[in-house]
C-alpha cells in the first residue's frame, strides 16, 4: 500500500432520490484511482418529462476513468439497481458479475425489446463467490428482498472491508428465500468492518417490517373467500408473491392467468432456473373466458398507474378477451411509488365504476416493503458493528432520519453525502473531497442523451403553449405570391372575439410583412422575426399565451 493510496465511494445516483443506483468504489492515489461500479439503475420519468422512456444516471465521470473501471457487480433485478445496464455498458465494456436470475432477467429484456446493443457478457456470481477486480476482492452474502437471489457485497481493500447491503430486510419467513445471512454478518463484524454502506428507504418506519408469510396468507383467505374473480396486481418481479398467489388459487381450485409482458418474462426466467417448481402451467387468454367466474385468478401488471399496462386496459375495458365483471376482486399487492398516486387512483376509479371491489393495504394485509425498518438497520449495526455508516438507497429525507438514527445507536461517523460527492473512507478524516461530474440522461425512443440534447425543454413548451408554422413566399420585387400558408398544432380553435384563431394569425402574419417597407425586406432575416414577433403577440393578446413560431422566408 503506498502511502498515498486512498479509499473512496462516490454515489452518481440513489444517494439524494429513489432509484437510479448506481455506485463507485475507488482505490489508489487521486490521479491513479482503480474503480468498480455496483449497480446501475434507472429511475422513471414523470410529466414533467413528456415523451421520455426512462432515466439513466450521467456517467461522463468514467469518460476520462475508463481504463481504470475494473467490474461492475449488480446486487439484484430490479430497475432502479440494473436498468440502464444494457444502455450504458457498451461505453464501458468490463466484466459484468450478477446472480443468473439477474443475468436470465437482462438477456429476455434485450430479447424483448430487440436491441440493438449485443449481449452482454456477465459472469454469474451469487452470495458466497468471491471476485477479484484490480486491489478489491468481492464477496456476496446473502439477503432477502422482494425478488429472487438478491445480495448484500463485502468489497475488501488494503485499506479496510466495505458493506454495500443492496436492497434488503430481515424476514425468517419470506415466500421466497433466501434469509439475510445474519451468521455471515455477524462473522464479518468480527473480520472488522471500516464503512456501512446501508439501504435507507425505511429508516422513517419504527419496528420491524411484516413477513411475507403474513401476506401469503391475507392473500389465500381473499381468494379463499371471493364468490368471483380475483386480480392481484404486483410488481412483476417480485417471483415469492406470484408464487404465492398460484398456490393459493390452486389450492381453490382456481386456474391462473398472467396478464403484462415484464411479469411473463420474469415467470419464463424463473422457470428457467428452477423458481416456479410445483407451479402448473397458466392459461391463455383466449381460455379465460371459458373459465367460470369463481374458478380463475389473474396475475397481472400495472400496480403504479403505468396507462397501457393490463389493469390499466382492464379498468377501461379494452381488452379482447379478458374483462371484470361486477363483484369482482381487486388486489393492489404493491405499494405507490411517489409520483403515481394519481395515475393509480384513477384505474381505481375506473375499476369501481365497473362494480369492482379494490383492495389495497389499507384494507389488508396484501404488501410488504423489501426494505429495513428502524430495528433492523439497528440489527444490522449490531451484526456488523462499522466504524462508519453511510445512508444510501433514499430521498433527503430517508438518509437524514437514518444518520439520526445511527448516531443514536453509537455509530460515531455517519457524514452526509450526496450524489456526486467523493467521500474518502480512509486513510485519515472520514470527509467529503471532492465532487464529481453527475446528473441525469434520458432514454427517448432509441436515442439517449441529456436534457437539451433530446429537445425535452423544447417539447415541454410545446406541450403548455402549441405550435405555429408559417411559410411565406416572396418573388423579387419582395411582394407576397399567393397566400402565406399557416398551420397551428396545440392553440385553441378560436380566439377572443370568436373568429378562427389560424386566420388571426394569418391576418397577423400578413401585416407584419406589408408594414416592412420593400427596400427593407430583403433581408429575410428581418422578415422572419417580424412575422414571428407579430403572431405571438397577437395570440398573447387573444389567447394569453405565446406559441413557439417556426417561420419559413423564400424568395423566387
Avoid at 423579387?476 to 370568436?498: K, N, T
Wanted: hydrophobic share 40%; with cysteine; net charge negative.
Amino acid at each position: 500500500m503506498a502511502k498515498q493510496d486512498e479509499l473512496v465511494f462516490l454515489p452518481l445516483g440513489g444517494v439524494g432520490e429513489i432509484g437510479m443506483n448506481l455506485a463507485l468504489y475507488g482505490y489508489g492515489p487521486p490521479t491513479h484511482r482503480q474503480w468498480i461500479m455496483v449497480d446501475c439503475g434507472v429511475t422513471f420519468p414523470g410529466p414533467d418529462l413528456p415523451g421520455v422512456d426512462l432515466v439513466l444516471p450521467d456517467i461522463r465521470y468514467l469518460a476520462t476513468e475508463r481504463k481504470s473501471l475494473k467490474a461492475i457487480f449488480i446486487t439484484h433485478a430490479h430497475e432502479d439497481h440494473y436498468g440502464a445496464l444494457a444502455d450504458l455498458w457498451p461505453g464501458l465494456n468490463v466484466p459484468v458479475y450478477a446472480s443468473a436470475f439477474t443475468a436470465g432477467l437482462l438477456e429476455a429484456k434485450r430479447n424483448f425489446e430487440k436491441s440493438a446493443i449485443g449481449e452482454i457478457p456477465v459472469t454469474l456470481f451469487t452470495a458466497g463467490d468471491t471476485v477479484n477486480a484490480g486491489p478489491f476482492s468481492v464477496e456476496g452474502v446473502a439477503v432477502n428482498h422482494s425478488i429472487p437471489e438478491p445480495m448484500s457485497l463485502v468489497i475488501r481493500t488494503p485499506l479496510g472491508n466495505v458493506i454495500h447491503t443492496g436492497d434488503w430486510k430481515i424476514d425468517h419467513e419470506p415466500s421466497l428465500g433466501p434469509l439475510t445471512d445474519e451468521t455471515r454478518f455477524r462473522q464479518l463484524g468480527d473480520e472488522g468492518v471500516l464503512a456501512l454502506m446501508c439501504d435507507s428507504t425505511n429508516a422513517l418506519r419504527d419496528g420491524v417490517s411484516p413477513s411475507e408469510k403474513d401476506v401469503s396468507e391475507s392473500l389465500r383467505k381473499i381468494i379463499e373467500n371471493a364468490e368471483g374473480r380475483v386480480a392481484v396486481t404486483t410488481f412483476s418481479s417480485n417471483v415469492g408473491r406470484i408464487r404465492t398467489v398460484a398456490e393459493a388459487a390452486e389450492a381453490e381450485g382456481r386456474e391462473v392467468l398472467l396478464l403484462g409482458s415484464s411479469l411473463k418474462r420474469v415467470v419464463d426466467v424463473s422457470r428457467d432456473i428452477g423458481l416456479m417448481e410445483g407451479i402448473k402451467p397458466f392459461i391463455s387468454e383466449e381460455e379465460y373466458g371459458y373459465v367460470p367466474r369463481d374458478k380463475v385468478v389473474v396475475i397481472l401488471t400495472g400496480s403504479q398507474g403505468e396507462p397501457r399496462a393490463a389493469l390499466a386496459k382492464l379498468s377501461r375495458d379494452e381488452m379482447r378477451n379478458v374483462a371484470l365483471a361486477a363483484g369482482d376482486i381487486v388486489v393492489f399487492s404493491s405499494r405507490a411509488i411517489p409520483g403515481n398516486e394519481k395515475a393509480i387512483q384513477d384505474i381505481k376509479n375506473g375499476l369501481i365504476e365497473q362494480g369492482v371491489h379494490v383492495i389495497t393495504d389499507n384494507e389488508a394485509l396484501v404488501h410488504v416493503s423489501g426494505h429495513p425498518r428502524r430495528n433492523e438497520l439497528q440489527k444490522m449495526y449490531e451484526l456488523t458493528r462499522p466504524k462508519i455508516v453511510v445512508p444510501v438507497h433514499g430521498e433527503a429525507t430517508h438518509l437524514t432520519a437514518h444518520k439520526e438514527l445511527a448516531e443514536q445507536s453509537g455509530i460515531s461517523i455517519v457524514p452526509r453525502v450526496r450524489n456526486g460527492d467523493i467521500l474518502r473512507l480512509a486513510p485519515g478524516p472520514v470527509e467529503v473531497i471532492d465532487e464529481a461530474p453527475h446528473g441525469r440522461i434520458y432514454k427517448d425512443g432509441s436515442l439517449i442523451g441529456d436534457f437539451d440534447e433530446m429537445g425535452i425543454g423544447e417539447r415541454k413548451k410545446l406541450s403548455y403553449v402549441g405550435h405555429v408554422a408559417v411559410n411565406v413566399v416572396i418573388d423579387s420585387r419582395y411582394d407576397i405570391v399567393g397566400d402565406p400558408d399557416l398551420v397551428a398544432i396545440g392553440l385553441p380553435v378560436y380566439d377572443d372575439e370568436g373568429d378562427d384563431m389560424e386566420d388571426t394569425l394569418y391576418d397577423a402574419a400578413v401585416g407584419a410583412i406589408e408594414s416592412i417597407p420593400r427596400a427593407r425586406r430583403k433581408d429575410l432575416d428581418l422578415l422572419q422575426e417580424s412575422v414571428r414577433r407579430a403572431i405571438r403577440a397577437t395570440a398573447n393578446q387573444t389567447w394569453g399565451k405565446k406559441p413557439v413560431v417556426t417561420v419559413f422566408v423564400t424568395k423566387v
